[in-house]
């Protein structure tokens, strides 16, 4: 009797283990996703900033954000 119970208890320790480690490595393959796009996403904004024909908006003192010729 004491020997199916300790095997019951190796099959759920297992079954818990193999869960744990796919839930893991899920996370880990989702983070590195996330980050790729996140850095995609720095990369492209620092290339639109770096163009021309992009003003920088800055706000003024009642709140409005506008561009530094249209300043009062």
Avoid: C, N, Q, Y
Avoid at 26 to 35: M, P, Q
Avoid at 50 to 69: Q, S, Y
Wanted: hydrophobic share 45%.
């Amino acid at each position: 009797m004491s020997t199916a119970i300790i095997i019951r208890v190796l099959i759920f320790l297992a079954v818990f283990l193999a869960i744990a480690w796919g839930v893991r490595r899920i996370w880990r393959d989702w983070k590195g996703e996330f980050r790729a796009i996140d850095k995609a996403k720095h990369e492209r904004d620092l290339r639109e900033r770096a163009r021309p024909d992009v003003i920088t908006l800055k706000r003024d003192k009642d709140g409005k954000f506008r561009p530094p010729e249209d300043r009062p």
